[in-house]
Nanobody, 124 residues
């Protein structure tokens, strides 16, 4: 089992930045690919970004490319999502997920473990 806990969400204004953290405990964190997903009210869960177990490979959803940066520190069992130039369209609950084996990192069904989520609200 891998337990995931997100932190860092909050209420910000358009153009502001936030850094989300996802701290893992339990089984070996460094063996797992990790991802961030978000879900806005009334919408389906959406892929945001993913990072390989080593941190050497990253994938981003098109709307966040150039604004968000995913990273991880395996020594600290923590993954991060640096979010810059936030807009109201980024408002959602952001959840982190871990996958031991994953083919399509954008597919939430391929992830084995999920955090509870942290709310990000961007006001206009």
């Amino acid at each position: 089992q891998v337990q995931l806990v997100e932190s860092g969400g909050g209420l910000v204004q358009t153009g502001d930045s936030l850094r989300l953290s996802c701290t893992a405990s339990g089984r070996t964190f460094s063996n797992h690919a990790m991802g961030w997903f978000r879900q806005a009210p009334g919408k389906e869960r959406e892929f945001v970004a993913a990072i390989s177990w080593s941190g050497g490979s990253t994938v981003y959803e098109d709307s966040v490319k150039g604004r968000f940066t995913i990273s991880r520190d395996n020594a600290k069992n923590t993954m991060y999502l640096q979010m810059n130039s936030l807009t109201p369209e980024d408002t959602a609950v952001y959840s982190c997920a871990a996958a031991y084996m994953v083919v399509r990192v954008t597919n939430p069904e391929e992830y084995d473990y999920w955090g509870q989520g942290t709310q990000v609200t961007v006001s206009s």
